[in-house]
């Protein structure tokens, strides 16, 4: 996948990163140079030097070949404009920016851009770290209290099976990773300390299979 990223800091730089690790072709436009320098010598992607909301900087970038772009540099203004340039004038098919200000969210649905609200989402993630602790949030849906999480078992895991852990109409576990490997395990297949499970909760379910986590006798997610 071809993907040019608008904005080497440290958000761009950490994205730029995994999806070059997963293969993905990447190229990143910077006002910046010196920014390009922390990324070391294991990003086997190409740097832009440019305004990123510039038409020339972006056609340099690749953009005119690109799959997805994102426009991630630390100000919503410059992202709106890089996104519209993106869709309006190169048709790049997804396009999506990073947004800091939560009062922008509406103007952006208005104009019908897709975005990222980060500090949103940092919020949650530090509501749910304060809240339950027991578990590592990944992702809230916008209605309701349904949240997928993941969390560490501990020694009160053993002997005990997936459906033990589950409880009806509040947890679901959805994968187990065990010793470097993930499985989609059926209700009767067992649980082992150190297991890592991702899984569909609502909150407050915490309380209810505190029993299995490791916070109990050992080190927390």
């Given at each position: 996948?071809?993907?040019?990223?608008?904005?080497?800091?440290?958000?761009?730089r950490?994205?730029?990163?995994?999806?070059?690790?997963?293969?993905?072709?990447?190229?990143?436009?910077?006002?910046?140079?010196?920014?390009?320098?922390?990324?070391?010598?294991?990003?086997d992607?190409?740097?832009?030097?440019?305004?990123?909301?510039?038409?020339?900087?972006?056609?340099?970038?690749?953009?005119e070949?690109?799959?997805?772009?994102?426009?991630?540099?630390p100000?919503?203004?410059?992202?709106?404009?890089?996104?519209?340039?993106?869709?309006?004038?190169?048709?790049?098919?997804?396009?999506?920016?990073?947004?800091?200000?939560?009062?922008?969210?509406?103007?952006?649905?208005?104009?019908?851009?897709?975005f990222?609200?980060?500090?949103?989402?940092?919020?949650?993630?530090?509501v749910?770290?304060?809240?339950?602790?027991?578990?590592?949030?990944?992702?809230?849906?916008p209605?309701?209290?349904?949240?997928?999480?993941?969390?560490v078992?501990?020694?009160?895991?053993?002997?005990h099976?997936?459906?033990?852990l589950?409880?009806a109409?509040?947890l679901?576990?959805?994968?187990?990773?065990?010793?470097?490997?993930?499985v989609i395990?059926g209700?009767?297949?067992?649980?082992?300390?150190?297991?890592?499970?991702?899984?569909?909760?609502?909150?407050?379910?915490?309380?209810?299979?505190?029993?299995?986590?490791a916070?109990?006798?050992?080190?927390?997610?």
């Amino acid at each position: 996948m071809r993907v040019v990223i608008a904005g080497s800091g440290r958000v761009g730089r950490e994205v730029a990163q995994v999806l070059s690790a997963l293969g993905d072709d990447v190229s990143l436009l910077d006002e910046s140079e010196e920014s390009f320098e922390l990324l070391g010598r294991t990003f086997d992607g190409t740097f832009h030097v440019g305004v990123t909301y510039d038409v020339d900087a972006l056609r340099t970038a690749g953009i005119e070949e690109a799959d997805v772009f994102l426009a991630l540099t630390p100000s919503d203004n410059a992202n709106l404009m890089a996104v519209q340039l993106a869709e309006r004038v190169f048709g790049v098919p997804r396009a999506i920016a990073r947004l800091d200000d939560p009062a922008r969210e509406a103007a952006y649905r208005a104009l019908a851009v897709d975005f990222v609200p980060t500090a949103r989402l940092v919020a949650r993630v530090l509501v749910e770290r304060v809240h339950e602790p027991e578990f590592t949030y990944h992702l809230e849906f916008p209605d309701g209290d349904v949240q997928v999480v993941e969390m560490v078992l501990g020694a009160g895991a053993a002997g005990h099976t997936v459906a033990d852990l589950e409880v009806a109409g509040e947890l679901r576990v959805a994968a187990v990773r065990r010793e470097g490997t993930v499985v989609i395990p059926g209700s009767a297949d067992l649980l082992q300390p150190g297991d890592l499970v991702a899984a569909a909760v609502r909150r407050g379910v915490a309380s209810r299979v505190r029993r299995f986590l490791a916070g109990e006798g050992g080190e927390g997610a």
